[in-house]
């Protein structure tokens, strides 16, 4: 069933990139010209997990990037002319309708230790910033960071931001637990953190409701992000600042090529939005 819900969806996919190429065939310029400005006002935001040599996490390999292929994304947007930043810095330039052309946010969710061991030292290679999505319950347990790793993030200049407490799926659990889950959440990190303030929350597995998004405005986040794949622009982060897109970066066996295409598919995604499409529907429909 599922097999074929997938396949469906891909053929669906299919369709809606062919009929976007031919519009693009079709309008040429004018599709082209909108669709360039539409991506100077826009800024994606990636989304990794862990960086380095597989560890053992009970999740597919493909989340694991290995830190050569990590270092050749660098590579490619520093020298693409791309503006490497965390994603408290791009709510700071979307808070003031700021030029967004060729910014692209970086982010880690569960904060596994290879992302201070192996991804801190690229980052600060190529001078990029990027934000730490931590699990309270994790903190200096086994393959995780402990406060001291956290601390010298916060000291390069990085951005931490929770990730719940106990990885809870929050659109799934009894909402009594949101105050646990978001609110105490924020509260111990900060604590653990000496005072700093915590801004952002992502969502475990990207899911949310409307009482998270409740929940996270109550508790003080300043945005929030889910798993939906897009673009952020002045006009989606004014009106849903706890719904922020992102795109999932996994190693796809396609290399740095592969990267190329999921950046872009993060714009054309966006884009796509912008003319009432949301392919992110169409992919919830149909998985479920
Ligand atoms: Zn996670």
């Given at each position: 069933m599922l097999k074929k819900l997938v396949k469906v969806l891909f053929n669906v996919i299919i369709a809606v990139v062919l009929v976007f190429t031919a519009l693009w065939l079709i309008m040429g310029k004018q599709v082209k010209e909108e669709y360039a400005a539409y991506k100077k006002s826009s800024a994606p935001i990636l989304l990794y997990h862990a960086i380095g040599e597989p560890v053992e996490i009970e999740w597919p390999p493909s989340l694991i990037t290995p830190a050569a292929l990590f270092e050749s994304h660098l590579q490619y947007l520093t020298q693409t002319g791309y503006r490497v930043v965390s994603v408290e810095e791009l709510v700071?330039?979307?808070?003031?309708?700021?030029?967004?052309?060729?910014?692209?946010?970086?982010?880690?969710?569960?904060?596994?230790?290879?992302?201070?061991?192996?991804a801190l030292p690229l980052l600060k290679k190529y001078a990029t910033k990027a934000?730490?999505?931590?699990?309270?319950?994790?903190?200096?347990?086994?393959?995780?960071?402990?406060?001291k790793k956290l601390h010298g993030l916060l000291a390069n200049g990085m951005e931490i931001g929770s990730h719940t407490i106990n990885h809870a799926p929050l659109a799934l659990i009894?909402?009594?637990?949101?105050?646990?889950?978001?609110?105490?959440?924020?509260?111990?990190?900060?604590?653990?953190?000496?005072?700093?303030?915590?801004?952002?929350m992502a969502y475990p597995n990207g899911g949310y409701n409307e009482k998270v998004l409740k929940a996270v405005n109550h508790y003080g986040f300043t945005y929030g992000l889910t798993g939906k794949v897009g673009a952020n622009t002045y006009q989606t982060f004014s009106k849903a600042p706890y719904e922020m897109y992102r795109i999932s970066?996994?190693?796809?066996?396609?290399?740095?090529?592969?990267?190329?295409?999921?950046?872009?598919?993060?714009?054309?995604?966006?884009?796509?939005?912008?003319?009432?499409?949301?392919?992110?529907?169409?992919?919830?429909?149909?998985?479920k």
């Open positions: 700071k330039l979307l808070q003031n309708n700021d030029n967004l052309e060729k910014v692209v946010a970086m982010s880690f969710d569960d904060g596994y230790r290879n992302n201070y061991t192996d934000s730490f999505y931590i699990v309270d319950r994790d903190i200096g347990k086994g393959i995780y960071m402990d406060r009894d909402p009594k637990y949101l105050p646990w889950e978001v609110g105490s959440a924020k509260k111990f990190l900060e604590e653990k953190l000496d005072g700093y303030t915590v801004k952002g970066i996994v190693d796809d066996g396609n290399g740095l090529e592969g990267f190329k295409r999921r950046l872009e598919r993060a714009y054309i995604w966006g884009y796509l939005q912008t003319k009432g499409i949301d392919l992110n529907l169409l992919r919830d429909l149909l998985v």
